[in-house]
């Protein structure tokens, strides 16, 4: 798990420098460290590692890395296109290194994306259940954040962009259906 440990710092001290950048003060978001806790606490580390192999090849499809590359390149802000060319960068280099040990677990390619697809549906097929027990929560950050890098701008929040909050509860991240959804 030590390239997952890897991945996730860097996407926090990119998203970190962003948010200053922006004059967003990340700190007073409502994260909820769900997602991790349920990987490790509901998976077997086979499972986890193909979760992560899964999500990892859904990325670079063009509703992926490569769409938020252009979303942040076209932000006119350089900072943002710099942050996301390097995270589009490593997740290709996370891709690479699975198909170079976790695939050949599998015997191909094939077999290890369904062995990764069917933990990722396993995960999340009982999303409403856990929530419900108290065990996890959902808190949508984004109109806090947005709000604050609004404000720093001299900006008026777009109530349409203000509006945005998507949980993983009927889709995944790939944004196919979870089973029974």
Not at 62 to 89: C, H, N
Request: glycine letters at 8%; aromatic letters at 12%.
């Amino acid at each position: 798990m030590s390239r997952q440990v890897w991945d996730e710092a860097r996407h926090a001290m990119m998203g970190e420098v962003g948010f200053v950048a922006l004059g967003v003060d990340w700190t007073e978001a409502k994260v909820t460290f769900n997602w991790s806790y349920r990987l490790n606490t509901e998976c077997t580390p086979l499972e986890r590692h193909g979760v992560l192999y899964f999500i990892e090849q859904g990325l670079m499809p063009k509703t992926g890395k490569r769409y938020e590359w252009e979303v942040a390149r076209d932000s006119g802000i350089p900072l943002m296109a710099t942050l996301q060319d390097f995270d589009w960068a490593d997740e290709v280099l996370h891709s690479q290194i699975g198909r170079q040990w976790y695939v050949p677990e599998f015997g191909g390619l094939q077999k290890a994306l369904d062995f990764g697809d069917a933990a990722w549906s396993k995960i999340l097929s009982n999303w409403a259940a856990v929530k419900e027990q108290g065990l996890t929560s959902h808190a949508n950050w984004w109109p806090a954040v947005y709000s604050q890098a609004c404000s720093a701008a001299g900006a008026t929040p777009d109530p349409a962009v203000l509006a945005f909050s998507e949980t993983y509860e009927g889709t995944r991240a790939d944004l196919q259906r979870v089973a029974g959804e």
